[in-house]
Nanobody, 127 residues
Framework: VQLQASGGGLVQAGGSLRLSCAAS????????IGWFCQAPGKEREFVAA?????????YYATSVKGRFTISRDNVKNTGYLQMNSLKPEDTAVYYC????????????????????WGQGTLVTVSS
């Protein structure tokens, strides 16, 4: 599967952005989708993930819980990350990734091996 992330930009603190992750191929619904971020000078971090099906289990990093919402549309082969109440510390390059997995257990999602990555999209939150 090939992934392409988009939707980043410059936003003021408190604002919102929606990132999209468009996938090629007809097997999108066999992959869990994850979002990761990498701030300047820092390692890449897990943000959120969603299972491939089964009611779409989700898992969020503590730092974004209640502010970000991950979703997917398997008909459109697209994943989304709705980012609300953005903070300057959310500034980073955001990447979407896919892991071939049947798991529907939310706690497993951040532990999967995400083998497929899209290019990043930059999110800048000004104070």
């Amino acid at each position: 599967v090939q992934l392409q992330a988009s939707g980043g930009g410059l936003v003021q603190a408190g604002g919102s952005l929606r990132l999209s992750c468009a996938a090629s191929g007809r097997t999108f619904n066999t992959y869990a989708i994850g979002w990761f971020c990498q701030a300047p000078g820092k390692e890449r971090e897990f943000v959120a993930a969603i299972s491939r099906s089964g009611g779409y289990s989700t898992y969020y990093a503590t730092s974004v819980k209640g502010r970000f919402t991950i979703s997917r549309d398997n008909v459109k082969n697209t994943g989304y990350l709705q980012m609300n109440s953005l903070k300057p510390e959310d500034t980073a390059v955001y990447y979407c990734a896919a892991a071939y997995s049947r798991t529907v257990v939310a706690d497993n999602l951040p532990l999967l091996t995400y083998n497929y990555w899209g290019q990043g999209t930059l999110v800048t939150v000004s104070s």
